[in-house]
């Protein structure tokens, strides 16, 4: 499975570039890509972003201006593998065990798209996505519709496939994982956004889930219960 960092975004309402924000002695595209290094993963960055090359091959956009979708749009184009991780730049309390966990669920389900949902939303800039929804994808660009779910679910519609949009909380009140208790779940898919939310990320001692041991989280059906949520 390859995996891709999505960094193309324009920082808007941070007032600054989120990838390159020091957090804990590293930028977060820097935390991002050890994390996936640590799952044993050859991590790519999304978007055209050539000052971020030091940190690793940056995948430019084939669609300028089209947000994530572009990104994504980009790298399964470029991608050797059926399957492909994709996670935000943004995202620094994401545990390398919930991305290991995910990988191996779509690699079982083979499902063109595994989309955690936390809440009532999906959030589909984390998420593993098959070659298959290229196609779709870059028609949906074309036709300048750069919303991602709307695209990745017409591209899956269109190949009669079915979406695997799976729900955190209960995955893991259920016990069908054992994910770590720190960070808190809430945290797991918080952006940072905004220079007050970047000031309370510095803060926490536990916001930024490094890599697990030896590169392989462990699983089992005998999870951890009473998972804090907040």
């Not at 991305?99 to 191996?104: D, E, I, N, S, V």
């Amino acid at each position: 499975m390859n995996a891709f960092v999505l960094a193309g975004g324009q920082s808007t309402r941070m007032g600054r570039d989120k990838a390159l924000l020091v957090v804990h002695g590293r930028t977060l595209v820097e935390h991002m890509v050890e994390k996936l290094h640590g799952l044993g993963l050859t991590a790519r960055i999304c978007g055209s972003r050539p000052d971020l090359a030091q940190f690793a091959e940056v995948v430019a956009d084939n669609f300028a201006q089209c947000g994530p979708l572009a990104g994504i749009e980009a790298a399964l184009a470029v991608s050797d593998s059926e399957m492909n991780l994709f996670v935000p730049v943004d995202l620094p309390g994401l545990p390398a065990e919930f991305l290991h966990w995910l990988m191996a669920r779509a690699e079982t389900s083979q499902a063109v798209a595994t989309i955690p949902r936390f809440g009532d939303r999906l959030q589909p800039l984390c998420a593993v996505y098959s070659r298959r929804l290229l196609g779709g994808i870059r028609d949906a660009l074309s036709a300048g519709r750069r919303k991602v779910m709307d695209a990745v679910g017409g591209s899956a519609s269109a190949l009669g496939e079915p979406l695997d949009g799976f729900d955190v909380e209960s995955v893991a009140a259920s016990g069908q994982a054992e994910w770590p208790m720190e960070p808190r779940l809430a945290e797991w898919l918080r952006n940072v956004n905004t220079r007050g939310e970047y000031e309370a990320l510095c803060l926490r001692p536990f916001a930024i889930a490094g890599p697990a041991r030896g590169g392989v989280p462990a699983t089992s059906s005998g999870a951890k219960s009473g998972y804090p949520l907040s």
